[in-house]
């Protein structure tokens, strides 16, 4: 109940709220004062601890510690201008009072004496307090939130901070039992301080809980340090909104102001929570709705327990019915114990835990590869586009899915080994039979484990007698269906009921960082071959050359020995003739064959005979006219002289 100075000026003195308003307010100076310098080195502290370990657990509880206590500071500073309002009122109730007095409010009276017409002195100091402290909270919080963070060792430090926060906690809890037990008549925020203490309490003792849960291995303590920054993070907004929505109230110096850090949030923190009591409250104050004079409510009240229990006891019936999609089947146990294997479709049977049906696959085609990849996402690309990086299949570069395998090495007489990658991947799914069905279900808690743990025994098994000359020269299709029949085989016996469908080889090649010594290895070897194939091409070169320059020269020889023999035997021919022709025509044979060799000898000389029987007195005559037809030759020729 609101109390107006200037029809109830001389009654406020007989209100135990203001005469304890003095004392209620300086209670609330102190405590503000001391919340407010914890809180200030908390919000500190966490700035210096995220510039070095920004990842750690320290920061965020820090700040939503911290937060929570500016939340807390928030009140008690409004809480603080009630009072103070109160305080002034009982000592000078015939003076008009204004929010606060200007005396007593320091640097922001001063400010609002100098600008007193302007828009700030309108708003007021309770709303721009509020609402600073509601935004400093909101943006703390805002800033060190993070789900994300990872999980480390946090030493000894943080049972002392957890010690701290408990004995802070303790601290307001005594605080908030001393609230509790003011009465509305003496002190109506009381209730409402106490909310928002439980606030702050709530906070402290669940950062401790996480600082001494909190380990290298333990997740969860830093989500939930982190989500428990949603209670004051929510409470500030509701201040926010209180402060922007009081702009709309008309300002009344000479009406009791009522508390704006109220929060709902925070009133929920109670035992048993009663969220609709402050509604009906509110509904009864302001405009006289009695909820509980209203039949409708009343029925409803009644009748909300059969009726929740029959919804109940339905729903628990329909979970008896069970829908099994297309793609799938279902493995109905009735008591635990698996009767049979549904179909798709609907399916009716005892309602859980009575009965369950399992979800199971059903023809749904996987593919394994035998690494396990970091699980990050692909790049995507347009399709215009270069390819991505994962596309390249050169092997001087490592890829997600390759796994290394030791092989043996073929260096001389030497037994050793080697390392190669490989990405083999394995294309499977749960077989189509029933027996298949409940074997993947029951024989096996991970199917695509125990595919890759079988499939690198295989490989490991299957490669130790293998050179890696004979890998990268074998057919890959052969390898694959060799590797794929084996896994198979194995599965079987395990009764996994996994049918392996397909076996692909990707790629078989050295380890990427071996990319370059290998491709040495391999120029190098080929340089070799290719020396020793010139140089035996060269040496058989040079000997056919000289079986061939020794048969040019034993052909020349035989011909020469042919010719010089024919030559003999046509000289000895040619000899026997002539002798016997000698001896048959005598001299005649000697002088025809001395004109014969005159007559080839003077073939083509140029001659001049002369008859030694011309005399003096006549002049020989020579002919060297040349006729040619179609000249007569009976016709007279004329001498030359």
């Not at 939930?224 to 008309?250: C, Q």
């Not at 586009?385 to 001087?396: H, K």
């Not at 043996?408 to 990658?421: E, L, N, R, Y």
Request: proline content about 5%; overall charge negative.
């Amino acid at each position: 109940m609101q109390v107006d100075l200037e029809a109830d000026g001389a009654s406020v003195e007989g209100l135990p709220r203001f005469q304890q308003g003095l004392f209620h307010a300086r209670r609330l100076r102190q405590a503000g004062i001391a919340l407010t310098a914890l809180a200030v080195s908390g919000w500190v502290l966490a700035l210096f601890v995220a510039l070095f370990a920004p990842l750690s657990i320290w920061p965020v509880v820090l700040i939503n510690c911290a937060s929570a206590l500016w939340v807390l500071v928030a009140g008690l500073q409004s809480a603080w201008w009630v009072a103070d309002w109160r305080a002034q009122a009982l000592e000078e109730p015939t003076v008009e009072l204004i929010e606060p007095p200007v005396e007593d409010a320091g640097w922001y009276a001063r400010f609002v004496a100098r600008f007193g017409s302007g828009l700030l002195a309108q708003i007021g100091a309770p709303v721009l307090w509020l609402s600073g402290w509601s935004l400093l909270a909101l943006v703390s919080i805002i800033e060190f939130w993070n789900l994300a963070l990872p999980a480390a060792a946090v030493g000894q430090s943080a049972s002392v901070g957890a010690a701290l926060g408990l004995a802070l906690a303790f601290g307001l809890l005594v605080f908030e039992r001393r609230l509790a037990q003011e009465t509305a008549a003496q002190w109506p925020e009381a209730s409402q301080l106490a909310q928002l203490s439980r606030v702050a309490i709530a906070c402290l003792v669940v950062s401790a809980i996480c600082l001494l849960f909190a380990g290298a291995e333990s997740v969860w303590p830093l989500r939930l340090a982190v989500l428990i920054g949603l209670l004051p993070g929510l409470v500030a907004v509701e201040f926010l909104l209180r402060a922007v929505l009081s702009l709309f109230s008309p300002r009344q110096p000479r009406l009791e102001p009522r508390l704006m850090a109220q929060s709902f949030i925070a009133d929920l923190l109670r035992w048993p929570p009663r969220p609709l009591l402050a509604l009906q409250h509110e509904l009864h104050n302001r405009f006289g709705i009695d909820l509980r004079q209203i039949w409708a409510f009343t029925y409803m009240r009644r009748a909300f327990l059969p009726v929740l229990l029959v919804v109940l006891a339905v729903g628990w019936a329909l979970t008896g019915v069970h829908e099994v999609p297309l793609q799938g089947r279902g493995i109905y146990e009735r008591f635990g114990k698996p009767v049979e294997v549904f179909g798709p479709g609907l399916h009716a049977g005892l309602p859980w835990p009575l009965g369950r049906v399992i979800n199971i696959e059903n023809g749904v085609v996987h593919e394994l590869a035998t690494s396990v990849s970091d699980g990050s996402t692909p790049e995507r690309v347009s399709a215009e586009g270069p390819a991505p990086l994962i596309a390249n299949r050169l092997w001087d570069a490592s890829h997600v899915n390759d796994k290394s395998q030791v092989i043996a090495s073929s260096s001389g007489d030497k037994q050793s080994f080697q390392i190669v990658s490989m990405d083999v991947r394995f294309v499977y799914r749960i077989g189509l039979t029933d027996q298949a069905a409940l074997a993947a279900t029951y024989n096996s808690a991970d199917v695509p484990t125990l595919i890759r743990s079988t499939a690198s025994r295989i490989l490991v098994h299957d490669f130790a007698s293998r050179t890696l000359d004979e890998l990268l020269g074998e057919q890959r299709t052969q390898l694959a269906d060799q590797i794929g029949r084996s896994v198979q085989a194995d599965l079987q016996k395990l009764d996994s009921g996994v049918e392996i469908l397909a076996t692909v080889v990707e790629a078989i090649h050295p380890p990427a960082g071996a990319a370059n010594a290998y491709h040495a290895v391999q120029a190098a070897q080929i340089g070799a071959q290719a020396l020793i194939a010139r140089e035996r091409g060269a040496a058989s070169e040079q000997t056919n050359q000289a079986l061939l320059q020794a048969s040019i020269a034993r052909d020349q020889a035989l011909a020469t020995a042919r010719e010089v023999n024919a030559g003999a035997q046509a000289a000895d021919l040619r000899f026997s003739a002539e002798q016997k022709a000698y001896a048959a025509a005598g001299q005649a044979f000697v002088l025809e064959q001395y004109l014969g060799q005159l007559s080839q000898g003077l073939a083509h000389a140029k001659l001049l005979i002369l008859d030694h029987r011309l005399g003096a007195d006549g002049a020989p005559t020579i002919d060297l006219r040349s006729f040619t037809l179609p000249a007569d030759p009976m016709a007279p020729r004329k001498a030359v002289q």
